[in-house]
């Protein structure tokens, strides 16, 4: 069975700290990763994806399949980063339903 | 490009009555989802149509969940009779057949049952 991980509910930080969001997985197959955010009163919206390996707003996240994590990370956290954020798994590269973790509400501090 | 919406946005109910949420994916998505969100718990998967046809229906709580995409485009979902625990926010998410299966979600509508 596929299980989403994200061991903090809460996370502070203050404005130009760097933050780490963990997520850790379960799965015996060839996961997709993705990191999607929701910011106050905004909808959930898609962060990034492992495959694009790609930064987006300074975020990168790294599949270590070893560890079965994917952390979401910033050297540089900004104010407009609180929202919460949630690690998702899809079964392979196929279609299909997300598995989510239960999320973690980042508050960056000025 | 108008996104995934939702109505309606909220939804106050009692025990026992019926309700009906509604989702009109982005146009041209063949594929639809459904999740819901319980207070305190993970964003859950329900169902996923492609285009009128149930690909998954393997999250849906019980048979007092009824989902409809009639002609492929807009969504139902139907909850009767309504049972204290079916309070949430229920999410609807389209995405395009193809390679790159990005889930674009909409707003939520947020049903309480009292």
């Known amino acids: 069975a596929q299980r989403v991980t994200q061991p903090e509910k809460l996370l502070s930080v203050f404005k130009g700290a760097p933050v780490e969001l963990k997520c850790n997985y379960s799965?015996?197959?060839?996961?997709?990763l993705f990191w999607y955010v929701q910011y106050s009163r905004q909808r959930l919206q898609l962060l990034l994806r492992?495959?694009s390996r790609e930064s987006i707003k300074g975020f990168t996240a790294d599949l270590n399949k070893g560890e079965t994590s994917f952390h979401l990370k910033k050297p540089f956290a900004q104010e407009e980063d609180s929202a919460m954020y949630y690690c998702?798994?899809?079964?392979?590269?196929?279609?299909?339903?997300?598995?989510f973790g239960r999320g973690t509400q980042l508050t960056v501090w000025p | 490009e108008a996104g995934v919406t939702q109505f309606p946005s909220h939804s106050v109910i009692e025990k026992g009555q019926t309700v009906t949420l509604r989702c009109d994916p982005i146009?041209?998505?063949?594929?639809l989802y459904w999740y819901r969100r319980v207070m305190g718990k993970e964003i859950k998967f329900l169902l996923h149509?492609?285009?009128?046809?149930?690909?998954?229906e393997s999250g849906m709580p019980n048979n007092r969940f009824l989902a409809e995409r009639t002609g492929g485009t807009y969504s139902t979902l139907k909850v009767q009779p309504a049972e204290l625990e079916d309070s949430g926010v229920y999410f609807c998410?389209?995405?395009?057949?193809?390679?790159?299966?990005?889930?674009?979600f909409g707003p939520g509508t947020r049903l309480t049952v009292l």
């Open positions: 799965y015996s197959g060839s996961p997709e």
């Open positions: 149509f492609v285009k009128e046809s149930k690909q998954d």
């Open positions: 998702a798994l899809k079964r392979g590269s196929t279609l299909g339903r997300l598995y």
């Open positions: 998410a389209s995405s395009q057949y193809g390679q790159i299966d990005t889930q674009y």
């Open positions: 492992h495959i």
């Open positions: 146009s041209g998505h063949d594929n």
